[in-house]
């Protein structure tokens, strides 16, 4: 290009335009999967650009009262460590009330009503005495600690396991691959005759695919349902299956499937089809062994395409698949969560991320042939 | 054996393009037939059509006496060398010769006998594994040709196999190509080219077209002394014939005319009474050209521009009363100046008259 | 594991099912109407009827899918929204008469409308800036893919994480959303940004131009590729500034992409609801008419006419674009 000789202010403005714009773009789904691998108190209460920073938190725990509590010097004595579980932390301050939580500096003795005194060393553990016995129901600790950054995997094998996920994983699965592979070979025929047979009707059944690209999927969907319904009464089955998504999906992805085909198809070199004919070939044999191979490029296009499409896709799944819970695909069980857990971040974001992983890959591994079948779908 | 005939044949596109009108030509076995003209002249689509490539929209096409106008291409014992080589690049060459055979369903021994002799003979043996884009231009087009010996087809078409190539490889190929002939003496070859030089090494016999029709069916050094027409005449030889706009003055067995502006020239051709004072055109090759002194000449004018190409010398003379200039090609390299004066002559016998409508008068006294 | 074992048998018997189809009716083709060692009258004849047929053998699955799948649904969406709830009693024109009549689809029309003009517009302007500044600097490519990335998220998936980053927590709690936390940052005061009215919308909008300007970007800049070198050049040594080439040189010259580039968004537009079902279900005036239709096809027990009248709006608004694609596309072929 022409500016990019000259090192003008120019050309910072726009590195640094650019880097701005990358980060604003990519900020939000770093910002998901860091979520994701946070410890989930840590989540709750600090936000996610601080999970690399040792966070201070506010936090409360409750002492837990023994059967036999414990008497020393005539006194009642109860301990423990703030911090319940194996977590690490350092105690800075602690009180013992709502109203003023950070009261004591840790390590004080602090002199409390009714001759209570309490104790919270930096390391978290607590010591608390009364002349009276306690009451079963234990006082509340509140503190402040400074919690190191803790990263976990614990939010993934939550949502995998029990909230269901690993099978939703598999539903996926289950209707994206049958769905990207069988319209490929359905509309590369289609496209096949389109670009190089003679037929009457056939500008017309061009412009048909072209028109049908933009029908909004909204439309069929109740004519489409009251037809499954019908079908599904007649051979005295269920409505709702794979298969009806699977042929849905194809129905919805024949459109841009046969008119990028069609245009890659129709812009190899005419004289080799036309070489093979004279070599003898059939109509069938030059699709099979000169065109199939050569449109390598656009066939692997759209299947990124419909695989995308497919594994994105919530509403065709919602409508023909039902909304079991054994039956959800991931998006569909991200927006069941999404209504159930609406709160619990560390589910939602550990569950978005496992939906978003394998378009992530699909898309930076194939980003090629996404790219050139774009160009050949819109560019001209 | 492979003739191949065709009886007012006749193309049209979309019920109103007419491409080609009432061709009728017969090509007899092992003639190698040179179809030139300009571009848009038809010669390709009259190669596709017999091919099999294009349909026939009227007349008939018979080849080995068969006919043929509904029969797909590959039934019809052809083959077709195509301009861009047209090989499959996803197979290799060994592949790209094998897959007529494939298609016909031949023994995998006989394919490879087969493939393997074409290659011999076309030197291509240690590329047999290479896919075409690891080939340079002159081997794909062997390739291509070799794709088409494999069939043992009765008749060979070609559609301007050399175009692609640079000027050197094509003159090698073109000899590569006159060599094939000679080694398939029984095959009939039919070459589409636009090439007047290519047309003139190669054929047996030129079929000249323009505007979807045949001007004149010929051998090339037939085509070049004895021009059917004006069409003809410009078209082969290079530089073109002049074409010099005359008055027919006295008609008869030898022919007055006059130069419009310049000299009465007496023509040996024969022509009727009834074309006196028709307007009609002098016809005489560059090279046909001679400078003379003194005595009799033909054209009189100023040099305009001088071309010099080393054997030869190209004289570009501003005719007075011609529109267009008169070339006049020297051989060596004689010294002349812009602007001087020249006088032209030329050999009774290499004159060439034509008459109003372009057609020539071919009764030579 | 059993089930992406049967996934996996379907595609082989999908694919097979598919191939012997083809496969088959081609041999079919051939036995029924033989070419082989015949008499010239019957070859031709037999050749010709096969031609006329083939092309439809080959045709023959798409033209089913596309008519069942597109073509039908669009006919019987257009004769369901005359009937009833079940698709049965005639009703006449009284689906529309309730559409024309409920505030609630003015408040969809409305924000579709709001949809319509500021998505395509904001991703395709966003995506030609960044195609026109990626092109000049090294790591332009790596930039291009990070800012591509969210097209192969889900709306679903972009929903959640916009959701997150439009979270908000009340009182002198830590926000944990980023747009909060920037606000709160700079002085001010934190919103429950998804349910602030009208603004609300644009909150909805931002994510998908977040996904559809790596879309804009992507094509914008192979069609700014495609501007011969020259022009660019002539217009320096005329002495135009960079700007003056931008808006004079090359916006003219890209002009018909950045047109398919801006339809095709809107229709992805018209079709989205993912997004405003995820993030409002249509609450707090974010409606949506795609996500309308699908509320009628399920909210009690399920309207199909007042669902099919919807649709047929949203169709309604397609068709001018559907027309000039289709235009387009012919005078394409014709080019060709």
Not at chain 1, 41 to 57: F, I, K, M, P
Not at chain 1, 366 to 372: D, G, K, P, S, W
Not at chain 2, 316 to 333: N, P, Q, R
């Amino acid at each position: 290009m022409v500016q990019s000789s000259k090192r003008s202010p120019l050309t910072w403005l726009v590195h640094a335009t650019v880097l701005f714009l990358v980060v604003i773009w990519t900020i939000p789904t770093a910002g998901l999967f860091i979520s994701s691998i946070r410890d989930k108190d840590q989540l709750s209460v600090s936000g996610w650009w601080t999970a690399l920073s040792t966070s201070e938190q506010r936090m409360v725990t409750r002492v837990t009262v023994p059967k036999k509590p414990l008497q020393e010097d005539g006194l009642y004595v109860l301990t423990g460590n703030v911090f319940e579980d194996n977590k690490q932390g350092i105690v800075t301050r602690f009180g013992d009330s709502s109203l003023r939580p950070s009261e004591f500096e840790s390590g004080k003795v602090a002199e409390l009503k009714r001759e209570l005194t309490l104790t919270v060393l930096a390391n978290g553990d607590y010591k608390m005495t009364s002349p009276k016995a306690f009451s079963s129901r234990g006082k509340r600790i509140f503190y402040t600690a400074e919690i190191p950054p803790r990263f976990t995997l614990d939010n993934y094998r939550e949502v995998l396991g029990s909230e269901g996920l690993g099978k939703s994983f598999l539903n996926s699965l289950t209707v994206t691959i049958p769905a990207t592979i069988i319209p490929i070979l359905v509309a590369a025929f289609a496209a096949y005759a389109l670009a190089w047979m003679q037929f009457p009707g056939k500008a017309l059944f061009i412009a048909a695919v072209v028109g049908l690209l933009v029908v909004p999927l909204q439309m069929s969907l109740i004519p489409l349902l009251r037809s499954y319904n019908f079908i599904g009464d007649i051979f005295g089955v269920g409505s709702k299956g794979y298969l009806g998504v699977w042929l849905a999906h194809m129905g919805f992805g024949l459109p841009l499937a046969i008119y990028l085909l069609r245009n890659y198809i129709a812009g190899l070199p005419r004289e080799i089809i036309e070489s093979a004919r004279v070599d003898g070939a059939t109509d069938f044999d030059i699709f099979r062994k000169i065109v199939l191979p050569l449109s390598f490029p656009a066939l692997a296009s759209f299947a990124i395409f419909q695989f995308l499409w497919v594994w994105n896709d919530l509403l065709i799944a919602m409508v023909f698949l039902g909304n079991n819970p054994d039956e959800l695909v991931l998006t569909g069980r991200l927006r069941e969560l999404l209504g159930s857990r609406g709160g619990n971040w560390e589910i939602l974001t550990a569950s978005a991320f496992i939906t978003i992983i394998v378009p992530l890959c699909v898309f930076f591994g194939l980003q090629r042939f996404l790219v050139r079948g774009l160009l050949t779908g819109s560019v001209k | 054996m492979a003739d191949v005939k065709l009886t007012n044949v006749k193309k049209v596109y979309n019920n109103q393009v007419e491409v080609m009108r009432d061709i009728n030509l017969d090509i007899k076995q092992g003639e190698f037939i040179v179809f030139v003209g300009p571009s848009g002249c038809g010669k390709s689509t009259l190669l596709r059509m017999i091919s099999g490539l294009e349909s026939i929209t009227d007349g008939t096409l018979e080849i080995d006496g068969q006919l043929v106008n509904d029969i797909p291409p590959a039934m019809r014992g052809i083959a077709m060398v195509f301009q861009s080589y047209a090989l499959y690049p996803h197979m290799s060459v060994y592949d790209n010769m094998a897959f007529s055979l494939q298609i016909a369903k031949l023994s995998k021994e006989d394919i490879d006998t087969q493939v393997r002799k074409a290659a011999d003979m076309l030197q291509l043996t240690e590329y047999l594994d290479r896919l075409p884009k690891a080939l340079s231009g002159g081997q794909r087009q062997r390739v291509a040709i070799g794709r088409a010996i494999v069939r043992k087809p009765k008749v060979f078409l070609f559609d301007e196999p050399l175009s692609n190539l640079d000027a050197a490889l094509r003159v090698a190929t073109r000899m590569e190509i006159a060599n094939l002939k000679e080694s398939m003496p029984e095959s009939t070859m039919i070459y589409v080219t636009h090439d007047q030089v290519e047309a003139m090494t190669l054929a047996d016999r030129i079929v000249l077209l323009s505007a979807g029709n045949i001007e004149q069916v010929g051998a090339p050094l037939e085509l070049y002394e004895n021009p059917r027409n004006v069409f003809v005449a410009k078209f082969i030889g290079a530089p073109a014939m002049n074409i010099l706009p005359a008055t027919l003055m006295q008609a008869g067995e030898g022919t007055n005319i006059q130069i419009h502006s310049q000299q009465a020239v007496w023509v040996p051709v024969a022509t009727p009474k009834n074309d006196e004072q028709a307007a009609v055109s002098f016809g005489v090759r560059p090279e046909d050209l001679f400078v003379v002194t003194e005595g009799e000449y033909l054209v009189e004018g100023e040099v305009a521009f001088i071309e010099a190409l080393g054997e030869a010398t190209l004289l570009y003379i501003k005719a007075f009363g011609c529109e267009d200039m008169v070339i006049c090609k020297l051989s060596g390299t004689p010294q002349y100046k812009r602007g001087a004066s020249i006088k032209l002559m030329t050999k009774p016998e290499k004159m060439h008259l034509f008459n109003t409508i372009g057609l020539t008068y071919r009764n030579r006294v | 594991m059993g089930q992406l074992a049967s996934a996996l048998v379907i595609v082989i018997v999908g694919v097979l099912g598919c191939a012997c189809y083809f496969y088959g009716s081609n041999f079919l083709l051939d036995k029924l109407l033989p070419s082989k060692n015949k008499p010239y009258d019957v070859v031709a004849r037999n050749l010709r009827i096969a031609g006329y047929i083939r092309p439809w053998l080959f045709l023959g699955p798409a033209f089913l899918a596309l008519g069942f799948y597109l073509v039908y649904p669009v006919v019987e969406s257009f004769r369901l929204s005359f009937f009833g709830r079940s698709g049965e009693v005639f009703v006449g024109l009284s689906n529309y008469a309730w559409l024309f009549n409920s505030d609630e689809f003015y408040q969809a029309f409305k924000n579709n409308m709001l949809w319509l003009i500021v998505v395509p517009t904001a991703a395709t302007f966003f995506g030609l800036i960044i195609a026109v500044m990626t092109d000049r600097i090294w790591w332009g490519n790596i930039a291009k893919s990070l800012i591509f990335m969210p097209m192969a998220i889900s709306f679903i998936g972009a929903s959640v994480i916009w959701k997150f980053i439009y979270d908000f927590r009340s009182g002198d709690d830590p926000q944990i959303g980023l747009l909060n936390a920037v606000v709160v940052f700079f002085g001010g005061d934190p919103q429950p940004w998804i349910t602030l009215p009208f603004w609300n919308n644009f909150f909805l909008m931002v994510i998908l131009v977040w996904i559809q300007t790596g879309f804009a970007m992507v094509i914008l800049s192979a069609a700014l590729r495609g501007i011969p070198d020259e022009t660019v050049e002539a217009a320096v040594l005329d002495g135009a500034n960079g700007f003056q080439i931008f808006y004079k040189i090359m916006v003219p010259q890209i002009w018909g992409t950045i047109a398919v580039v801006w339809t095709t968004i809107t229709i992805l537009v018209l079709k989205v609801f993912d997004i405003v079902l995820a993030m409002t279900n249509g609450q707090w005036g974010t409606q949506v008419l795609a996500n309308e239709m699908f509320d009628w096809m399920f909210r009690g027990g399920g309207d199909f006419g007042r669902g099919a009248v919807v649709a047929i709006v949203i169709m309604v608004l397609v068709v001018p674009i559907m027309v000039w694609n289709i235009r387009r596309a012919n005078a394409e072929m014709e080019g060709r």
